[in-house]
């Protein structure tokens, strides 16, 4: 899709080439603390992107393009949460997550494809001036809201089984695997992989 103009879809087409970069990262990563990582942060992502489709892009599309495409999307990004789920289960280092890993790539480039090659070029056509600005605030004020929740909580919510990934020592209680996150790693690493200087 060409470059735009407009704020909110300018946003959704950053967001895609977000999504595809981190799945290569993940791919690409040779051990299994920057997969999981990697994973962590594309299920983050991928749900503040789907949240604020969810909420804001699609009721649009139902109401100015086509029903049908918006409640094809919706049983789209369903799915996809569903695989992501089932990958965060995976041991990172097997074959078995490099084919879920392929299988939600594929699916996410197809839906990808759907919205910025038929369905928001049709929306960005039909869409009156005033409900795309309302449009472009809307979708980043939803995005934000998960996307900066879930940075808050990204020291707290490994599973026991991975602590030692995640830094954590044997010095003060963490939740829930009782060893001491290392939140100064956690916010390094973090900020390291978003490009970003707010944990720092
Ligand atoms: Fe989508
Ligand atoms: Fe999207």
Redesign the pocket.
Known sequence: MKATSEPWLGA?LDHHKRIERLITEVRNANNPQDRRWGVRELAQLLTA??MA??AV??PDISEYESKTHAVM?YE??SMTKIQLAKLEKLDPMSEEFQEKLGHIEGALQQ??YQ?EGTWLPALCDKLPPDEKSRMSERFMEEFDHYQSGAKLQIDETHSSTTHADWGCRPVMPCKPCRMTADPARGRREYTRRLGRQRWQ
């Open positions: 959704i992107h789907s489709e969810e892009l699609y999307a789209e990004h839906h990808m919205e």
